[in-house]
């Protein structure tokens, strides 16, 4: 099994910036892809940004310019750069993990979360 804990999280006005960490543990080696997800109140949970083993990267078009993630592999660690944080932003976001078990069987797994808050 993986563990994901995620820490970087809290209040910033708007305009300002964050930087989250996630750090995975345990059965890592069959992980390929680990991203953010977010969800605000009243609304679903989106993809923010992902980042696959071979570098890859993905972003919802909201964010583009403004956030970005990366990797420190010899941590085990994906980071999200967040920059110019707006209000409807404040949310729980969220580590997110794919796993490719032995078995050929997707597995996720999902850190705890952390509160951003983005006050106007």
């Known amino acids: 099994q993986v563990q994901l804990v995620e820490s970087g999280g809290g209040l910033v006005q708007a305009g300002g910036s964050l930087r989250l960490s996630c750090s995975a543990s345990?059965?890592?080696?069959?992980?390929?892809?680990m991203g953010w997800y977010r969800q605000a109140p009243g609304k679903q949970r989106e993809l923010v940004a992902r980042i696959t083993n071979g570098g890859s990267t993905n972003y919802v078009d909201s964010v583009k310019g403004r956030f970005t993630i990366s990797r420190d592999n010899a941590k085990n660690t994906v980071f999200l750069q967040m920059n110019d944080l707006k209000p409807e932003e404040t949310a729980v976001y969220s580590c997110?993990?794919?796993?490719?078990?032995?078995?050929?069987?997707?597995?996720?797994?999902w850190g705890q979360g952390t509160q951003v808050t983005v006050s106007s």
């Open positions: 345990g059965s890592i080696a069959r992980i390929k892809a």
């Open positions: 997110h993990a794919r796993e490719l078990s032995t078995t050929l069987s997707w597995y996720d797994y």
